[in-house]
């Protein structure tokens, strides 16, 4: 099984930058496809950002700009850099990653609270 640790949430004012990091861990494949998803209180679980293997991103409109993905296939790692954050980003994000057949697997999340 893969497990996936995200880490680097934190509370950070508005404006101010965080980055997340989610390191995979265990029988690790292929690996298709890795992203962020957030979730806010009261709210569905969002696409933020996800990334290809061949490093081709995508991002939610709410976040173009200002946040950038980002993978390290090396170290089994994947980033997101979040900068300009606002209040409405407050949010537990999840680190998914896609392994095809293999699978698709969550992390537990980790908080990113921007207070204004």
């Known amino acids: 099984q893969v497990q996936l640790v995200e880490s680097g949430g934190g509370l950070v004012q508005a404006g101010g930058s965080l980055r997340l990091s989610c390191a995979a861990s265990?029988?690790?494949?292929?690996?298709?496809?890795m992203g962020w998803y957030r979730q806010a209180p009261g709210k569905q679980r969002d696409l933020v950002a996800t990334?290809?293997?061949?490093?081709?991103?995508n991002y939610a409109d709410s976040v173009k700009g200002r946040f950038t993905i980002s993978g390290d296939n090396a170290k089994n790692t994947v980033y997101l850099q979040m900068n300009s954050l606002k209040p409405e980003d407050t949010a537990v994000y999840y680190c998914?990653?896609?392994?095809?057949?293999?699978?698709?697997?969550w992390g537990q999340g980790t908080q990113v609270t921007v207070s204004s």
């Open positions: 998914k990653a896609n392994y095809g057949l293999r699978g698709v697997y």
């Open positions: 265990g029988s690790i494949f292929r690996v298709f496809v």
């Open positions: 990334i290809t293997s061949g490093g081709i991103t």
